[in-house]
């Protein structure tokens, strides 16, 4: 396996850290990994910081233990804003991963006003999500395994319930060459590992088009003001897919299709994007 795919596959969110600073080389690879792409061109823009912002810390009301540094972001608002914001801040994530370091999606609730201030927020901007980053601790609290076994963390719905062919009664049973993007979204991180990724490949085997759709929970996915929570998952299913892909050497890139496949359960199932050669 390639150390793209070795990451994304042994990702998981880190609640308990040790409380050792990161090391120079890790700080100075964090800072450079700050600098993301995004697949639609909103304006998100990341800082990593220490554990204290202007004397305060980020609360997480007991989420998070001895985090020594945060990375955290914002992005201004418009359409596709919280998909991008996704797709940028895992590849942040995926950059820890590869130094060993620890990470962990907050989207909930935390400290929005401490991170908005350490990034000197301007009007129209907002912070959907942070996340802790350091060395793990040699043993998690119970509060991370309570937050983990509520979320039913460590496991992920059936390959059979999330990608299809062609239609979307036919579970996808041979993807190819493209199992190993597929298997990447489905061991994504998502809120409250809720999963809403759902893909249908269309096209011809030698040239397929992947098209990614979210099964939104419309309460849930609003339950922080301002924020599309879910969308943040389509961004990392994205991100997962076309890191796979790439590192695979597979074609392709993603991109809105005018028309695309219809959705099974419109309008609780909303289209992202395709992928296509
Ligand atoms: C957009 C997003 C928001 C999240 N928000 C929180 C959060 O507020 N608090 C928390 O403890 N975990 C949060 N998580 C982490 C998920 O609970 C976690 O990714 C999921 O349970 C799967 O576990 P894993 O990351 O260990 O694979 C969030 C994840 C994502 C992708």
Redesign the pocket.
Known sequence: MNDTLANIFSR??T?SFSGEPLMPAEESALVQALNQPVVFGSEARFRLIGPDIGGGRIGTYG?IRKAPAWVVGCVAECPLAFIDY?YAMEGIILAATALGLGT??????FGRTGAGRALDLRPGEIVP?VSPVGMLAARSTLADRV?RAA?G?SSRLPPSELFFDGSWDTPLADAGDWALPLEAVRRG?????KQPWRILRTGSTGKPEFHLFLKENPVYTHAIPGVV?QD??AG?ALRHFEAAASSLSLPGRWLVDPRPPEAPEAPDIRYIASWVE
Not at 104 to 109: A, E, F, S, V
Not at 189 to 193: D, I, K, L, Q, T
């Open positions: 998981t969110s609640r989420v996704g962990c999606w907050l989207g909930g609730i999500a937050i979320a963390s991180p998502s809120a409250s590992n929570l943040m998952d990392i």
